[in-house]
């Protein structure tokens, strides 16, 4: 378990962005609230910016980690043979990058998981003897079988509940669809699993779905993305495992307080990618509610609050919500809080301080229409509804030039001709290679920052 120095110990700053004022009669209030954690992880500490509340450190004893690798072995990993092995090949540069002292092991997912190191329920824990012990033991793994995520998901499960290691993660390859069980089963193991693990999860050529792994990512607080050239996998696996290794702070969460007569609208995570997290609280109490984040290292990220208070004359102020970050107890007592901010209503008669609308809010309710339209447009793409796959996609192409959001603005240019970006006029190409629909798809929750 590695130990800090007093500089190394990671702290949390909770900053809001918002525009307090509210007209007479208005209820919705808006928030950005955004999270940083410096000091722990990889950015050498970098220096808080913007009104916060004082940051907070967390112990100065960062917890243990422990990675379980699952990577398909079904029989479409043959076709073509070098795919099995770039696989082969990732998962031994994932396993190059395990710092020493973590735990891992190595899980072969066909319509069956088997373990293929160190084997007998248990991990291993990395030095240079289990790593090329580990890497030795890939040779073993060939493609033959079918595909049951589910069951991946379970043993990794089952192995990662061996470990008293604060970070648990996972590391998940396929490169087919879930044949082999129903999607009630996926969706069952996923619900048996969720909260016990995070999972970063890729989909390997083209043959796999979008939803699938993006769903398993999500559920499980992880990213998901396409590599669509087999050899790029072990620039990826060794990219995932370092962002892995760079986790300091477990199982974190936003808690809201919120008064009497306080409606929470919804809660949703908008950068680096949008994650709706509504359904996800848990009561915690009297008023309030945690929200699950995941592991934490130095980063930076942002959560769109909204919610409903009771109306008001001009005038009268009130709290709306307090965010709190937090780590909470596992042995039922009061949990660790890392920091907090709040989020206010004002009501008002100037009209002017009332319609203000944040840039902040504005640019992030943007963004989460932006991945929104970019879905609706696919499934119309591929419905045959190609009218409204043209709307969709060219507000799409509105939305991401006027954001800045690069990136997406390059995806979508794979998909449609831009005729004019500003107004969204585009035209369907008329052939689109499926890798490219397909990396849209799989990144169309990935958002840009706003500036601050």
């Known amino acids: 378990m590695a130990v800090f120095s007093k500089s190394q110990v990671p702290q949390f700053s909770v900053e809001v962005y918002q525009n307090e004022y509210l007209p007479e009669g208005g209820r919705e209030v808006n928030a950005i609230v955004t999270v940083t954690s410096t000091g722990g992880g990889t950015s050498g500490g970098a220096p808080l910016t913007g009104a916060s509340t004082t940051p907070s450190a967390i112990p100065a004893q960062a917890p243990g980690a422990a990675v379980a690798i699952m990577v398909d072995c079904s029989g479409s990993m043959d076709y073509p043979p070098t795919k099995m092995r770039n696989a082969r090949d990732a998962t031994a540069a994932a396993i190059d990058t395990l710092r020493d002292g973590v735990e891992f092991s190595v899980i072969a997912g066909t319509h069956l998981a088997k ?47 061996t470990t008293e290691s ?58 998901a993305d396409i590599v669509a050239d087999p050899a790029h996998l072990s620039a990826d696996f060794t990219s995932m495992m370092e962002n892995a290794m760079g986790k300091e702070v477990a199982d974190v ?78 042995d039922g007592g009061a949990p660790q809080l890392l920091s907090q901010g ?52 060219g507000r799409a192409v509105q939305l991401a030039s006027a954001s800045g959001n690069a990136d997406t603005a390059k995806l979508l240019a794979k998909v449609v001709d ?9 035209r369907l190409k008329a052939k689109v290679a499926e890798a490219d629909e397909m990396t849209l798809e799989t990144r169309s929750t990935k958002t840009v920052r706003v500036k601050k």
């Open 342 to 393: 709040l989020v206010r209503a004002v009501w008002t008669d100037d009209m002017a301080a009332s319609t203000s609308i944040n840039p902040q809010v504005a640019h992030y309710t943007g963004q989460a229409e932006l991945a929104q339209v970019i879905q609706q447009g696919l499934d119309a793409r591929k419905s045959g509804d190609f009218d409204g796959a043209t709307a969709k996609l």
């Open 115 to 161: 373990e293929v190191y160190p084997g007998n329920g248990r991990l291993a824990v990395a030095d240079p003897q289990t790593r090329a012990q580990a890497k030795d033991a890939l040779r073993r793994l060939a493609a033959g079988g079918g595909t049951a995520i589910g069951t991946w998901l379970r043993l990794a499960d089952r192995l990662l509940s």
């Open 166 to 223: 604060g970070i648990r993660h996972g590391i998940l390859l396929t490169d087919g669809r879930n044949e082999h069980e129903t999607p009630e089963d996926l969706r069952a193991a996923l619900d048996s699993v969720t909260g016990r693990f995070t999972c970063d999860a890729r989909g390997v050529g083209t043959d796999w779905e979008v939803k699938e792994v993006t769903g398993i990512a999500s559920a499980l607080l992880g990213t």
């Open 253 to 330: 969460a936003l808690r809201l307080w919120t008064p009497v007569g306080v409606e929470i609208r919804f809660v949703k995570q908008v950068a680096p990618t949008v994650e709706d997290l509504t359904a996800r609280r848990t009561e915690a109490g009297p008023r309030a509610g945690d929200y699950p984040t995941g592991s934490w290292g130095d980063e930076s990220r942002d959560y769109h609050v909204c919610v409903q208070v009771p109306q008001a004359g001009i005038g009268q102020e009130m709290l709306a919500a307090r965010a709190s970050l937090i780590i909470p107890s596992t």
């Open 418 to 426: 831009v005729v004019d970006a500003a107004t969204g006029t585009v």
